[in-house]
């Protein structure tokens, strides 16, 4: 394992969105120089707002990559695939272009839980085989396995966070709530897990500090709970007319297929060994801490409210 020092001296962030930049600003605070992977002037300049200097290239355009600054960095790939097959063609490029002459010390990559697939309602370790179910998880399992190999080959260390649903300020599904697009009855409701997103920068952190070389972690508050207590929850904070409840085999008419993929694979995510291994306490231990946190930031101007359902 590396020195905590010399893991965060410099670090690439590649997908420098809400997560990037708030890992950003605990790696600044720890004394880091943090750049970010910009495809646009655009997004380059939303980076230097947060004090993140942009490298500019495009994880679909490997020639762009040709020249990427991750020699002796620590990075941070939380870019997410393309869409369409079963392969990431994002981090096939990425690893493609990262020539022996440019190796970082270290890449943590935030996948995602859809790579268990569908696991009954039951409990879930780190030990439990992928069983990707859809072309979404497949390119999550694609991309492990690709960065999984090109790490071992170039004996660079790989950790993999499985990141759950993600909640917090600005990653509330507002738009759904508002839109009044129903959920399943409460008695029906399969569980579905949880953790904020200052949380999960916390955890990033910590994974570039203390985690094993080849290390897997699942990232979740641990306490599981349903999409309709979720939504329930956020609706009764912010005093909003609860969505109306169909049931299971009403929801293939009235749900998108994203969302039913939500509800039909199911699973309880146990984050022990993220817990025990790297040393986290959590800030936002359940949704209801966490619900709270975001409330009292709503008032802010510069938040935007919409956010991902997540598993």
Partial sequence: ?????????????????????????????????????????????????????????????????????????????????????????????????????????????????GVYGDCGGNWVTEATPVNPLTSRAQRRVDAETTLQEWGRLHGVPVVILRVTGIYGPGRLPLARIQQGHPVLREEESPPTNRIHADDL??????????????????????????????????CDLLHLPRLPQVSMAEAPQVMNPMMLSYLTETRRMDNRKMLDQLGITLMYPDLDAGLRNVVIQLDQPHMGYFGSIGH
Wanted: glycine letters at 10%; aromatic letters at 6%.
């Fill in 201 to 234: 920068a916390m955890v990033c952190l910590a994974a570039a500090q203390r985690a094993a070389d080849g290390a897997i972690f699942n990232v979740s508050d641990g306490q599981p709970g349903t999409m309709t207590q979720y939504f329930n929850a956020i």
């Fill in 1 to 113: 394992m590396q020195d905590e020092q010399s893991v965060i001296r410099k670090v690439l962030i590649i997908g420098c969105g809400d997560v990037g930049v708030r890992t950003a600003r605990l790696l600044q605070q720890a004394g880091a120089q943090v750049c970010g992977l910009a495809r646009s002037e655009e997004s380059a300049g939303r980076l230097r707002a947060c004090g993140i200097a942009p490298i500019m290239g495009n994880l679909d355009d490997a020639a762009s990559l040709a020249d990427l600054a991750t020699a002796g960095r620590l990075v941070y790939y939380l870019a997410p695939p393309p869409g369409g097959g079963p392969f990431d063609s994002r981090m096939r490029n990425f690893c493609q272009a990262i020539g022996v002459a440019r190796l970082p010390s270290r890449v943590v990559y935030m996948s995602t839980s």
